[in-house]
Antibody, heavy 118, light 108 residues
Framework: EVQLVESGGDLVQPGGSLTLSCVVS????????MSWVRQAPGKGPEWVSV???????YYADSVKGRFNISRDSRKNTLYLQLNGLRVEDTAVYYC????????????WGQGTLVTVSS | DIQMTQSPSTLSASVGDRVTITCRAS??????LAWYQQKPGKAPNLLIY???TLESGVPSRFSGSGSGTDFTLTISSLQPEDFATYYC??????????FGGGSKVEIK
């Protein structure tokens, strides 16, 4: 059974940092495309970042230079490091399989809430 | 970036109704279009991909059509568990994969 479980969300002040984790079971993160997608309160989902099986990474313009996606294949875990957090980064962050042309998001975690506020 | 526009933003319907939601892309995306269902407090769930292919386990009352810039999600006979918000998403333009603004299906 495919399962994705996020953790690490918290209340943080503007300018702060946080690391989100997504533990995966049922498939290997290192052999597929994995993304982070966020959803601000009352808004539609927004793609944030993707990590290719080959190691390539891409980011939405809104987070480029501040967020970093990575994985630990031994732990079968995906990470998202969030730096320089802004109020507008407040959202539920989901990890999801997919995120490149030809591959929709076919499996999602339950999400973890990041709140940026002073 | 490709913009995705959904209509209506809110729809009131009754159990048994036929429901249609439309999604328009700002430029052609072929058939690289997915539909998701989201219920409150839950993650989006993939219903349809490549515009018209039903994801495994999704009831056959859901169907999708379209290509290029205009797409449609149809629920042939609305069931109580179908009241939710529906999002379209294009996965043609990389790396900026964009979602529509959502269409909420409410109980009439």
């Amino acid at each position: 059974e495919v399962q994705l479980v996020e953790s690490g969300g918290d209340l943080v002040q503007p300018g702060g940092s946080l690391t989100l984790s997504c533990v995966v079971s049922g498939f290997t993160v290192g052999t597929t495309y994995m993304s982070w997608v966020r959803q601000a309160p009352g808004k539609g989902p927004e793609w944030v970042s993707v990590l290719y099986s080959g190691g390539g990474t891409y980011y939405a313009d809104s987070v480029k230079g501040r967020f970093n996606i990575s994985r630990d294949s031994r732990k079968n875990t995906l990470y998202l490091q969030l730096n320089g957090l802004r109020v507008e980064d407040t959202a539920v962050y989901y990890c999801a399989r997919g995120g490149i042309p030809g591959f929709p998001f076919d499996s999602w975690g339950q999400g973890t809430l990041v709140t940026v506020s002073s | 970036d490709i913009q995705m526009t959904q209509s209506p933003s809110t729809l009131s319907a009754s159990v048994g109704d036929r429901v249609t939601i439309t999604c328009r892309a700002s430029q052609s995306i072929g058939t690289w279009l997915a539909w998701y269902q989201q219920k409150p407090g839950k993650a989006p769930n993939l219903l349809i991909y490549q515009a018209s292919t039903l994801e495994s386990g999704v009831p056959s009352r859901f169907s999708g059509s379209g290509s290029g810039t205009d797409f449609t999600l149809t629920i042939s006979s609305l069931q109580p568990e179908d009241f939710a918000t529906y999002y379209c998403q294009q996965y043609n333009s990389f790396p900026f994969l964009t979602f529509g603004g959502g269409s909420k299906v409410e109980i009439k």
